[in-house]
């Protein structure tokens, strides 16, 4: 499965969205994730493969430490750490509005602009079996004041890179939800350092 294309475009140019339920704040993309601005059924439509689409929010603060949430012990993957994110409702506007929803939902937090993607994306199959793409998004955020759903998470951390790297923050030892979520985390401070540079 190839994901979607990456566009080559300007970084600097962005398009303000209005959700008509007012369930998605306002946010602003870069043209790079312009190509994730259609709703569900169309994306699957020109990827019949595919069942779904999950999608990961990675938040920076201005520390350049990155948000992690811990998964409640009742759900899979339990007390494993992640970023925030989740599945693609078909009601979602846009799959840039899902990332925007998921957000939302599990820590309060607004976002303001979605500044770019992590990596290409990689499918998995889910236990029903279903084939599913995953995508990981850079995100800016109105605040940092995290209030988690404790039904679905119950704890989160701020980390360095190094952190992620020794899978340790203090006296915790980090467990990741899946392999290519680490690395998905290692990738997200590369593209932001790379985008920092630039």
Not at 100 to 125: A, C, D, I, P, Q
Not at 131 to 156: G, Q, R, W
Not at 163 to 171: I, M, P, S, T, Y
Request: aromatic share 10%; net charge negative; charged share 20%.
């Amino acid at each position: 499965m190839t994901p979607v294309p990456l566009v080559k475009s300007p970084p600097s140019i962005t398009t303000t969205t209005i959700s008509p339920t007012n369930t998605v704040p306002l946010f602003t993309w870069d043209t790079s994730v312009a190509h994730f601005k259609v709703p569900l059924g169309a994306y699957l439509e020109t990827y019949p493969k595919l069942g779904g689409v999950c999608v990961g929010a990675f938040v920076f603060d201005n520390a350049s430490r990155l948000l992690l949430v811990q998964r409640a012990p009742h759900d899979s993957y339990p007390l494993r750490w992640e970023v925030p994110g989740g599945t693609i409702d078909a009601g979602d506007e846009t799959l840039l509005h899902g990332v925007s929803r998921e957000l939302w939902e599990e820590t309060g937090l607004r976002v303001t602009h979605v500044s770019g993607l992590v990596g290409k994306g990689y499918t998995f199959l889910t236990r029903h079996p279903v084939c599913v793409c995953k995508y990981s998004f850079i995100v800016d955020v109105e605040a940092y004041n995290v209030k988690l759903d404790p039904n679905e998470h119950t704890a989160f951390l701020w980390v360095t890179e190094d952190e992620v790297k020794e899978k340790k923050c203090g006296d915790l030892h980090l467990v990741y939800t899946t392999k290519n979520q680490q690395d998905t985390i290692l990738d997200a401070f590369e593209t932001r350092r790379k985008t920092v540079e630039a």
